[in-house]
């Protein structure tokens, strides 16, 4: 079975700064996707980005980036420019061979002005 | 519809009563799920619809937990005698269901339910 930890449960950062949160996975599958997804408090899950497990080349969207350590089992999402829309809880997710989604505990991003 | 839709959005029930959470997916997406959120925590898969058929059904918690779905569109997940443990957000999600590994799913904003 699969697992996703989110270690930090909360994190703060000032507007306009960068943040990096992090995410490590278990799975003894080889081919499999990981995903951020972000639950503002309207409760809406968004898709932010998602990568690939056979792509080497980190995923890029915008202000959003990862850093996939597909060795390490870790994916880490950095938020460059931070902007106050960006506070929401930020959650982890892996899916494989199957359909379902599997994700971290999640955690709280507070974008201070 | 541009987007997955569930209602209500917030329901409020005693303890016992039965509830139905409707998830209405994205049009064309054949793959519907449906997911649990306690409060503080991450979601937990509840099952998973493709077309009408529900080839999983693992994640529901209990034989108080039932899913239908009608065609590829309109998904009802009801729960009789709701107990207090019940109280979550319960999320929907679509997508198109053509390769499962490489689906992205898309989310509707969830019931809030509170068993009092």
């Known amino acids: 079975a699969q697992t996703v930890t989110q270690s930090q449960p909360e994190m703060s950062v000032q507007e306009a700064e960068t943040v990096t949160l992090s995410c490590t996975y278990d799975?003894?599958?080889?081919?499999?996707?990981l995903f951020w997804y972000k639950q503002p408090p309207s409760r809406q899950m968004i898709l932010v980005i998602r990568?690939?497990?056979?792509?080497?080349q980190n995923a890029t969207e915008n202000r959003f980036s990862v850093n996939f350590q597909k060795a390490a089992k870790s994916f880490s999402l950095k938020i460059s420019d931070s902007q106050l829309g960006d506070t929401a809880m930020y959650f982890c997710?892996?899916?494989?061979?199957?359909?379902?989604?599997?994700f971290g505990k999640g955690t709280l991003l507070t974008v201070n002005p | 519809g541009a987007g997955v839709s569930q209602s209500p959005s917030n329901k409020v029930t005693e303890k016992g009563k039965d509830v139905e959470l409707r998830c209405d997916p994205i049009?064309?997406?054949?793959?519907l799920y449906w997911y649990r959120q306690r409060l503080g925590q991450g979601l937990e898969f509840l099952i998973y619809?493709?077309?009408?058929?529900?080839?999983?059904k693992s994640g529901l918690p209990s034989d108080r937990f039932s899913a239908e779905r009608t065609g590829e569109s309109v998904s009802t997940l009801t729960i009789q005698r709701t107990q207090q443990e019940d109280s979550a957000v319960y999320l929907c999600?679509?997508?198109?269901?053509?390769?499962?590994?490489?689906?992205?799913?898309?989310f509707g904003p969830g019931t809030r339910l509170t068993v009092l």
């Open positions: 999600a679509s997508s198109l269901g053509l390769a499962t590994v490489t689906d992205t799913q898309y």
């Open positions: 799975t003894s599958e080889s081919n499999y996707y």
């Open positions: 990568q690939e497990a056979y792509k080497q």
């Open positions: 997710a892996f899916a494989g061979s199957n359909y379902k989604l599997t």
């Open positions: 049009s064309g997406h054949t793959a």
């Open positions: 619809f493709q077309g009408n058929s529900a080839p999983d």
